[in-house]
C-alpha cells in the first residue's frame, strides 16, 4: 500500500437487536491491517443489549442510536451522514473479515478506478462457498449463479452485505432509497449506477463471512413477501423507461396475480395478502415515487435496451422453482 493513498475509510454497520453477531464483526475490523478507518454503528432502536455492549467493549465505535427502526436503507443513509471519510464501506452486522480484507479491497477500488466494488461471499463458519454473480430478470425478480470464468462480468449488482465506494458517488446517486425498508435497495441503487454508467467492480479472491439473515432469520415471512412486493414494483417504476413499463407492468401484475392465487391456495393467506397490499402501499405513494422516477430518468445515460442486456433471460421464481424441487 506504500504507493497508494490511504483515505479514511467509514465502515458503516446498521444493526438491529444483532448483539450476537456484534464482537465478531467489530473484532476482526479491529485486527485489520489498513488502519485508517473509522466505524460508525447505526442501532434501529435494538432491544437486546446491543449499546450496553458496545458502550462496554468497543467505546473506539460511534454509534448512532435511533429512537425507531429505520430499515437496513434508511439505517445505511443516516450513517453515511455521520461518516467522516472520503470513502465509505457498508458492512452487515452478522459479518467477519480477514485481516487484509480492507487493504485488498481498496487497493482493487483504487487500482481499478472503480466507481463501486465488492467481494464475493463465504460461509459465516469460513467455508467455501462457489463464486456468485446476482442479477434480475424483466420483472425484477433477484437471481444468484454460480459465476465462471465466462459469465463473471455478467452481473446486474452487488450485495449489499458490502459494498465500498466514495460519500461523493453516494451523494451524487442517492444511494439507497429510504423508502426501501428492506430488500432488493440495492438492487435499485446498482440499477442507477448503470443508467449513471458507473464502473462496478468485484474483487476476485476476496470474500466476506456471511450468515445471512441474522436479524431477521430465515422462512417465510409475512413481512418478508411485503417489503419484497413494495420494494419490487417500486424499483421497476422509478427505473424502467415509459415504453418499457407498457410491456413490463402486465407480466408484472399477471405473475402477482398467479403467486397470490397459489399462496391463498396453500392457506397461506398471511403471504397472499402481502401482493395486494404490496400494490395498495404503491398507489399510495405514486406521487413521491413518479417525482424520484422523474429525476432519474432525467439523469440516464444509456437505454434500456442496454439494461436489458445485462438481466437474466427468463423467469427469475420459475428458476428458483426448479432449483428447490431439483433439490429436494
Known amino acids: ?49 446491543s449499546i450496553d455492549l458496545l458502550k462496554k467493549n468497543y467505546p473506539s465505535v460511534r454509534v448512532v442510536a435511533n429512537k425507531q427502526n429505520h430499515g437496513f436503507a434508511g439505517g445505511n443513509n443516516r450513517g453515511v451522514e455521520y461518516a467522516k471519510g472520503e470513502l465509505v464501506m457498508f458492512l452487515n452486522t452478522d459479518t467477519w473479515i480477514d485481516p487484509d480484507f480492507i487493504e485488498k479491497l481498496y487497493a482493487f477500488y483504487w487500482q481499478g478506478e472503480y466507481d463501486i466494488v465488492g467481494p464475493y461471499e463465504n460461509d459465516y463458519r469460513n467455508l467455501t462457498h462457489p463464486k456468485n454473480i446476482s442479477t434480475i430478470d424483466v420483472l425484477g425478480h433477484t437471481v444468484v449463479f454460480p459465476a465462471t470464468k465466462s459469465n463473471s462480468n455478467k452481473f446486474f449488482y452487488r450485495s449489499g452485505v458490502c459494498l465500498l465506494f466514495s460519500k461523493k458517488l ?10 426501501f425498508f428492506m430488500y432488493v435497495e440495492e438492487v435499485d441503487w446498482f440499477w442507477r449506477l448503470h443508467l449513471q454508467k458507473k464502473k462496478i467492480g468485484i474483487a476476485e479472491n476476496l470474500f466476506v463471512h456471511h450468515a445471512g439473515a441474522g436479524s431477521i432469520g430465515k422462512g417465510l415471512k409475512h413481512n418478508t413477501f411485503l417489503w419484497r412486493n413494495q420494494n419490487s414494483l417500486q424499483m421497476l417504476l422509478k427505473n424502467y423507461s415509459l415504453l418499457s413499463l407498457v410491456f413490463i407492468l402486465p407480466s408484472y401484475l399477471f405473475q402477482h396475480i398467479v403467486e397470490m392465487i397459489a399462496f391463498t391456495a396453500l392457506g397461506r393467506f398471511s403471504i397472499a395478502s402481502t401482493y395486494w397490499t404490496g400494490i395498495v402501499w404503491n398507489i399510495g405513494n405514486l406521487e413521491n415515487t413518479l417525482k424520484k422516477r422523474k429525476y432519474i430518468q432525467s439523469h440516464r445515460l444509456i437505454s434500456d435496451l442496454h439494461i436489458l442486456s445485462k438481466l437474466y433471460v427468463g423467469n427469475g421464481k420459475l428458476r428458483h422453482l426448479f432449483t428447490y424441487l431439483f433439490k429436494s
Open 170 to 179: 453516494y451523494k451524487e446517486t442517492g444511494g439507497l432509497d429510504s423508502d
Open 1 to 49: 500500500m506504500a504507493n497508494h493513498p490511504s483515505p479514511l475509510i467509514s465502515i458503516v454497520i446498521v444493526n438491529w437487536n444483532g448483539k450476537q453477531w456484534l464482537s465478531a464483526c467489530l473484532d476482526s475490523l479491529a485486527n485489520q491491517t489498513y488502519r485508517h478507518i473509522e466505524i460508525v454503528l447505526v442501532d434501529n432502536a435494538s432491544s437486546d443489549g
